[in-house]
């Protein structure tokens, strides 16, 4: 796991290193048994692998010993025993082939800072048991995604350290069709993409999607959320504030007919330079049903959501939705043209799930019968995914539906798919009880952090249609992977925990070290597969849909 080693072990890195692409450089050495760090200076993982922010009085309490382990103690800040016991295992993890000792306290609930000893094994870090950990976890995720916002100034401070960038991308863009006539439509604002910064519209509805499922199920506690953005103590939460600033972005994407545009870039991927200093041409690269789709369901769902603090928005966003879902009336599927990027990443074959959301959420927000029917007409021939992305919409689709307060519904329909919904929430439980990381998914690929951290939504979702505690702690499961119960003994989220990444692919964070709040794309190919280097995009770049997935699960657990 050291530097060194997987330079070497990751191929693309050496091919990007060779290409000289991209500023990434070998790191200093670090002795063995320890890694450059946060304030670069070498420090270890935790001993005892742990959720390193901490744990809910309430709810499980799980750490894992990848030595053996007989006995723990659990210490307070002041060094005396708040409990003793025994540690179970091991069980062989399939994953990675490692031994695994659990270590369950989770009948202990007093609230304090802690640490775990465990003989032969080590001392885990400093922990917290607080109710209120789960708060502090939402809010630096929306740090992260306000330090995403494009065609603004950023400024943000996170642990005494300030981040910044001017107004970036004012020229967004040129239509790719008619860059003959060198028209610019205004397609500024939004959240860039990822490490790049691009802006995509079906990852960055499908972002908010989630963002507006966690509105929905959590008003109240969401409500009370501040964040240090420039919109605060206006009419708006806060939440709601960072999440308009996408959805009025992808108001501007959609054309004079009702289709929608795609992809706002350059042609290539920019250099690793601030985005103030990326003052390259960018287009907007097609357009299609897929992004129609995508923009009913986030258009009529933000009719919904801001009714009750800003009418007129509602109104716009629902003659929005309204006119791109005639457009998808009237057109079979329409695949976006995206053939002058050198990137079409987030190109769609096909426009089923995203057909299925959009009509749940006009639904949900006009009660419309024809849009009723074309819910229920996909429902009957759609499963419940428990692993799923941007390439998968549906299950936004389907949790509005079987969520709902509306009469109306096809009742044996509705029976069927929440019994698919609590079904898929109790795979993910047995998935995650044969995973010795408590993972709720058993691939590794791109993005396998984000993909966990949206198992959340099945099992909270699924909570509320068949409440059962196990649930909520297979949420809390998903979080303590992403904050240290993996492999690396590491939180994946910049800023938060211990030993974060510190070299997430990402441009701005290249110039003046890691942005706070955001998730990295984790394991990719295999168990052990990532590595905390800029170069490795594939493994350590950050992204909106997966850290709007986590604050999803960090929403769902704040008090
Ligand atoms: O920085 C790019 C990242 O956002 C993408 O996810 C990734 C894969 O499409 O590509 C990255 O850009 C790399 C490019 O594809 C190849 N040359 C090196 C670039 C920076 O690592
Ligand atoms: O997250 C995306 C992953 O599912 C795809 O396999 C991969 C290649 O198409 O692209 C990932 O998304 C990247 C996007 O294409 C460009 N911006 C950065 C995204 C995160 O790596
Ligand atoms: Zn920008």
Redesign the pocket.
């Known amino acids: 796991m050291s530097s060194s080693t997987s330079l070497f072990a990751f191929p693309l890195l050496a091919i990007?290193l060779a290409?000289g692409?991209?500023g990434c450089g070998p790191l200093p050495a670090c002795s063995s048994g320890t890694e450059l760090g946060n304030g670069g200076w070498c420090q270890p993982p935790s001993a005892v692998h742990l959720n390193t922010v901490g744990f809910l009085p309430e709810r499980a309490k799980v750490a894992i010993a990848l030595q053996a382990a007989t006995t723990f103690s659990l210490v307070r800040a002041d060094g005396s025993e708040a409990l003793s016991g025994n540690a179970t295992g091991p069980v062989r993890d399939g994953d990675t082939g490692m031994d695994v000792w659990t270590i369950d306290f989770s009948w202990f609930t007093e609230q304090g800072t802690f640490h775990l000893d465990v003989p032969g094994v080590g001392r885990s870090v400093s922990f917290r048991i607080d109710a209120n950990i789960y708060a502090d976890v939402t809010k630096t995720l929306m740090l992260g995604m306000h330090g995403q916002r494009c065609g603004a100034a950023v400024q943000l401070v996170h642990d005494g350290k300030t981040f910044s960038h001017g107004v970036c991308h004012t020229e967004d863009a040129v239509p790719w069709e008619d860059q003959a006539s060198g028209t610019v439509k205004d397609v500024t604002g939004g959240w860039h993409d990822?490490?790049?910064y691009g802006k995509y519209t079906n990852n960055a509805a499908f972002s908010l999607g989630m963002l507006f499922r966690a509105w929905e199920l959590y008003p109240n506690k969401l409500a009370t959320l501040t964040l240090p953005i420039p919109e605060h103590g206006g009419p708006l939460p806060d939440f709601l504030a960072e999440a308009k600033v996408q959805l009025d972005q992808l108001l501007k994407m959609q054309r004079d007919d009702g289709s929608v545009y795609q992809q706002v870039s350059e042609i290539s991927?920019e250099g690793f330079i601030p985005p103030t200093f990326d003052t390259g041409t960018r287009y907007i690269f097609g357009f299609g049903t897929v992004q129609a789709a995508d923009l009913v369901a986030v258009a009529a769902a933000g009719a919904r959501l801001f009714l009750p603090y800003d009418p007129e928005y509602a109104t716009r966003c629902l003659a929005a939705a309204q006119k791109s879902w005639a457009y998808l009336q009237a057109n079979p599927f329409v695949s976006a043209n995206l053939s002058g990027t050198r990137?079409p990443?987030y190109w769609r074959r096909d426009d089923g799930p995203e057909r299925l959301w959009a009509a749940a959420e006009l639904w949900e927000t006009t009660a419309g019968a024809d849009a009723l029917a074309a819910v229920e007409t996909k429902l009957g021939t759609t499963s419940v995914a428990s692993n799923w992305d941007w390439a998968n919409v549906g299950n936004l689709g389907i949790f509005t539906y079987v969520l709902s307060k509306r009469g109306g519904r096809d009742l044996p329909l509705l029976a069927t798919v929440s019994g698919n919904v609590v079904g898929s929430a109790n795979a993910i439980l047995s998935q995650i009880s044969t995973s010795g990381f408590g993972r709720g998914i058993s691939d590794y690929s791109w993005g396998s952090n984000g993909s966990i951290a949206r198992t959340t939504l099945n099992l909270m979702v699924a909570d509320v249609l068949q409440p059962d505690a196990r649930f909520a702690d297979g949420a809390v499961a998903q979080l303590d992977h992403l904050l240290g119960r993996n492999v690396y003994g590491r939180s994946f989220v910049t800023g938060l925990g211990h030993f974060s990444p510190i070299h997430p692919?990402h441009r701005p964070s290249a110039i003046t070290g890691a942005w706070p709040g955001l998730l990295v794309g984790g394991p990719n190919g295999s168990a052990t597969a990532w590595t905390d280097e800029q170069?490795a995009?594939e493994q350590n770049?950050i992204a909106i849909n997966w850290n709007t997935a986590m604050i999803f699960g960090a929403a769902s657990l704040m008090p």
Do not use: N
């Open positions: 990007a290409l692409g991209d990822a490490g790049d991927f990137h990443g692919h170069g995009y770049e």
